[in-house]
């Protein structure tokens, strides 16, 4: 069975045949080198599935009928069992692709499009058969990989998509912790700073010992606001999310409960996130099927596909959540605290270079740090970049935030 794909702009248009079938053979038709590049992350994307599929390529002029025809022509009298796939594909390919079915009735040519958005399959050439009915989706790194990028992971030496052991203990700690953070999101975060500073104090040590003259010290050097960590250190120890805490008017020590635990107790914005990612990944339809087919936080993208050997020496960027639902990608920020306008150019131009046209996105976000006009603004140009705003998250119930990201994979 050889699938022929049309080449489009749109990546995920591109690979729709096997998402649905294992072809023996995929045939990309499009103009020049643009078909060749998208060919080599066809192949890679195929590899990684296990799929032993042979890509090839078969270029065209993009503005010749004559052309075209004669390529798909000649595909049809070469190929033993052909399968179009007119999902994507230019308008004068599309036409092309009409006028060759008409001229080769014996051949019985099998054509099929799917609906990126639902994911049904829908019979092109008037024979009631639809040969593949296997619901396409993606995965997260899948999506990033075919529109060019890599999906960063810890195995690498620097900064790296984080991957969690998700027990139910975990969950609850993320709730504890959030309902912490959002009974004042700012104390928050001035807390969760003055302890990342503790951690470098101590070098990374598993025991957190301090001279509190010398954090002050380093608070006042770092210009971290100083605020009263007692309460908290207490709260924490209560909870258990903090072991061993003894305090005295000089000294102080605690141990993190975990690895994981001590992660979220160092980055200020992170429980936000966390909160969101678990969440969405308990969301359901009305028949009790979960909605996110794939789910990643911390996605930390190199746009070029190629690991650098050193930080700072190619393009990536962090998106807090992405969340796929079938083929249907949502790129969420996250914001614990005041917000520039710029995380919204930000969200944007990541969406667009590695979401494409079908991707939508959302800011999740506790407060602005914004008053006046300078929200209304704020406000105006997420709308005219279509992004979606969950705001004063803290202030919602666990029902209501589960309404609101249900509305932003679904709206």
């Known amino acids: 069975m050889t699938a022929v794909e049309f080449w489009d702009k749109r990546s995920v248009e591109n690979i729709i045949s ?3 079938s294992q072809p023996d053979k995929v045939i990309l038709v499009g103009e020049g080198k643009k078909t060749q590049v998208f060919a080599q992350r066809y192949r890679a994307f195929l590899a990684q599935r296990g799929q032993n ?20 022509s000649d595909i049809v009298e070469t190929e033993e069992q052909c399968m179009f796939d007119l999902t994507g594909g230019e308008d004068l390919a599309l036409v092309a692709m009409g006028i060759v079915f008409q001229l080769y009735p014996e051949k019985k040519i099998q054509m099929q499009r ?16 639809i040969l593949y009915e296997r619901k396409p989706k993606l995965s997260v790194e899948e999506l990033i990989a075919i529109h060019g990028g890599q999906v960063r992971h810890s195995s690498d030496t620097r900064k790296a ?18 309902q912490l953070c959002k009974a004042d999101p700012a104390l928050w975060n001035s807390r969760i700073r003055i302890l990342a500073a503790m951690e470098h104090l101590c070098q990374g040590q598993q025991e957190l010992l301090l001279d509190k003259q010398e954090l002050h010290n380093a608070l006042r050097q770092a210009r971290i606001r100083e605020v009263d960590m007692t309460p908290f250190l207490k709260e924490l120890y209560r909870r258990g999310l903090i072991h061993s805490y003894w305090e005295t008017g000089e000294r102080l020590s605690l141990q993190f409960k ?24 308990q969301l359901q339809d009305s028949q009790g099927r979960f909605l996110c087919t794939d789910a990643r936080n911390g996605v930390v993208i190199d746009w070029d596909a190629q690991l650098q050997p ?3 020496s190619d393009t990536e960027n962090e ?27 930000k969200l944007d131009a990541v969406t667009s270079r590695f979401g494409g046209a ?21 406000r105006r140009r997420a709308r005219d970049m279509h992004i979606q705003l969950v705001e004063n998250v803290h202030e919602m119930t666990d029902e209501e935030l589960r309404r609101a990201l249900r509305r932003c994979l679904l709206g």
């Open 114 to 129: 799917c609906n990126v958005a639902s994911g049904v399959i829908t019979d092109c050439d008037g024979d009631n058969e």
């Open 18 to 20: 096997s998402l649905i």
């Open 358 to 378: 079908y991707a939508k996105k959302a800011l999740v976000c506790t407060y602005f740090g914004k008053q006046g006009s300078a929200v209304d603004y704020f």
């Open 161 to 178: 998509t984080p991957t969690w052991n998700l027990t139910p203990e975990f969950a609850a700690d993320v709730d504890t912790m959030w």
């Open 310 to 312: 050193q930080e700072g």
């Open 53 to 72: 599929t042979l890509v090839e390529t078969r270029s065209i002029r993009r503005n010749s009928l004559r052309d075209i025809v004669a390529v798909l």
């Open 319 to 345: 998106i807090d959540v992405i969340l796929m639902q079938g083929l249907l990608p949502l790129f969420i920020s996250c914001k614990n605290g005041f917000i520039d306008t710029e995380e919204l150019y």
């Open 258 to 281: 975990d690895s994981q635990i001590r992660q979220c107790l160092l980055t200020a914005g992170l429980v936000l996130e966390l909160k969101i990612y678990l969440t969405a990944l």
